[in-house]
T-cell receptor, first 114, second 111 residues
Framework: KAGVTQTPRYLIKTRGQQVTLSCSPI?????VSWYQQTPGQGLQFLFE???????NKGNFPGRFSGRQFSNSRSEMNVSTLELGDSALYLC?????????????FGQGTRLTVV | DAKTTQPNSMESNEEEPVHLPCNHS???????IHWYRQLPSQGPEYVIH???SNVNNRMASLAIAEDRKSSTLILHRATLRDAAVYYC????????????FGTGTRLTIIP
């Protein structure tokens, strides 16, 4: 079956702009989580959605937001981009939102802010 | 979230077994032990997870200490493709989808 698909794979934006990233989970998966990966901070949790509801949120400013649609596809948005937002953004999907399930990650969207 | 401690890096020869340790002395009775790995230029990949008993799958084995304060990921026969950063993560059984990644262990395979 198809894996987690993230689009676009690469993106270059200018400071102050906003960006929307998309994630299509594995078919049948209802939980989608987003992570930011940078060389300095490693992998950090952004937020998790389950059945269109945000269930958990990491320690990021309000410029970072997301949503999940009825087909479980998810988008994350970053407004007023800063240079420090340059990172690899990863999406993960799971069948359920429990500790006894595995998460499947996409290949990520590499965002560069100039 | 309970904390895990892993060595920063390890090396192993190709085609030999690899034992990757993880300490989690503050683990609670409801924490599952998960392992993920991240190959260069890819997203993390699930490896294995367990609660109390040792677990085996096609990729690896997970050996969990009797007191659950440590665990070891075992790659039975390392290949060059196993070179990656390996993360040991604890996840509470009461929901919480969040994965809290530490710095992981960078595994280098020597041909």
């Amino acid at each position: 079956k198809a894996g987690v698909t993230q689009t676009p794979r690469y993106l270059i934006k200018t400071r102050g702009q906003q960006v929307t990233l998309s994630c299509s989970p594995i078919s049948g998966h209802r939980s989608v989580s987003w992570y930011q990966q940078t060389p300095g901070q490693g992998l950090q949790f952004l937020f998790e959605y389950f059945s269109e509801t945000q269930r958990n949120k990491g320690n990021f400013p309000g410029r970072f937001s997301g949503r999940q649609f009825s087909n479980s596809r998810s988008e994350m948005n970053v407004s007023t981009l800063e240079l420090g937002d340059s990172a690899l953004y990863l999406c993960a999907s799971s069948l359920a939102s429990t500790a006894n399930t595995e998460a499947f990650f996409g290949q990520g969207t590499r965002l560069t802010v100039v | 979230d309970a904390k895990t401690t892993q060595p920063n890096s390890m090396e192993s020869n190709e085609e030999e077994p690899v034992h990757l340790p993880c300490n989690h002395s503050t683990i609670s009775g409801t924490d599952y032990i998960h392992w993920y790995r991240q190959l260069p230029s890819q997203g993390p990949e699930y490896v294995i997870h367990g609660l109390t008993s040792n677990v085996n799958n096609r990729m690896a084995s997970l050996a969990i200490a009797e007191d659950r304060k440590s665990s070891t990921l075992i790659l039975h026969r390392a290949t060059l493709r196993d070179a990656a950063v390996y993360y040991c993560i604890l996840r509470d059984v009461f929901g919480n989808e969040k994965l809290t990644f530490g710095t992981g262990t960078r595994l280098t395979i020597i041909p």
